[in-house]
T-cell receptor, first 112, second 115 residues
Framework: GENVEQHPSTLSVQEGDSAVIKCTYSDSASNYFPWYKQELGKRPQLIIDIRSNVGEKKDQRIAVTLNKTAKHFSLHITETQPEDSAVYFCAASPPNDYKLSFGAGTTVTVRA | GAVVSQHPSWVICKSGTSVKIECRSLDFQATTMFWYRQFPKQSLMLMATSNEGSKATYEQGVEKDKFLINHASLTLSTLTVTSAHPEDSSFYIC???????????FGDGTRLSIL
């Protein structure tokens, strides 16, 4: 099955700086890569996703890049704000399966 | 947007009790629902995939007789933790998938504490 690795496990950044989280996946057939933000005790919320036919996607301060050859994808948050503090999970899903395999998560702390 | 309702949000009960958790898609039909388990400071682990009208598919290591899943309609799936013990204490989250080209939508989760 799919194995997703996520780094770093914790990330502390100064407000206004950028944050980058990286994930690798094992199944070359995976074609859907969402990123979720989870605050303590709450549901994971989809913040951005990318499919394998696209190399990069951006939504305001958030961007995701995908390198299919290397089987890795990254989340970029620019101009970080205190409300960006949360746990972020990457995930991967193969076609026709729709199961999500999650990374271990990254705890992001934005220092004011 | 798509809304998934999960109840109850918090359950505290004695060891040996069976607990039922409901997951409802409120404004869309969910042909597939997923049940996850999340321990503190850990990731979401898929327990089972539930398709409407058919038996659930369980992930390796998940006891199907322990975690009973029913997906009787296109808007409702239930997870019953049978004869729960303290080691079953966890955060259980469901998600629902409508159209295949849309993302999964998560419920708010159920925090289960077994005394």
């Amino acid at each position: 099955g799919e194995n997703v690795e996520q780094h770093p496990s914790t990330l502390s950044v100064q407000e206004g700086d950028s944050a980058v989280i990286k994930c690798t996946y094992s199944d070359s057939a995976s074609n859907y890569f969402p990123w979720y933000k989870q605050e303590l005790g709450k549901r994971p919320q989809l913040i951005i996703d990318i499919r394998s036919n696209v190399g990069e996607k951006k939504d305001q301060r958030i961007a995701v890049t995908l390198n299919k050859t290397a089987k890795h994808f990254s989340l970029h948050i620019t101009e970080t704000q205190p409300e960006d503090s949360a746990v972020y999970f990457c995930a991967a899903s193969p076609p026709n399966d729709y199961k999500l395999s999650f990374g271990a998560g990254t705890t992001v702390t934005v220092r004011a | 947007g798509a809304v998934v309702s999960q109840h109850p949000s918090w359950v505290i009960c004695k060891s040996g009790t069976s607990v039922k958790i409901e997951c409802r898609s409120l404004d869309f039909q969910a042909t597939t629902m997923f049940w996850y388990r999340q321990f503190p400071k850990q990731s979401l682990m898929l327990m089972a995939t539930s398709n409407e009208g058919s038996k659930a598919t369980y992930e390796q290591g998940v006891e199907k007789d322990k975690f009973l899943i029913n997906h009787a309609s296109l808007t409702l799936s239930t997870l019953t933790v049978t004869s729960a013990h303290p080691e079953d204490s966890s955060f259980y989250i469901c998600s629902a998938l409508g159209r295949r080209d849309q993302p999964q939508h998560f419920g708010d989760g159920t925090r289960l504490s077994i005394l």
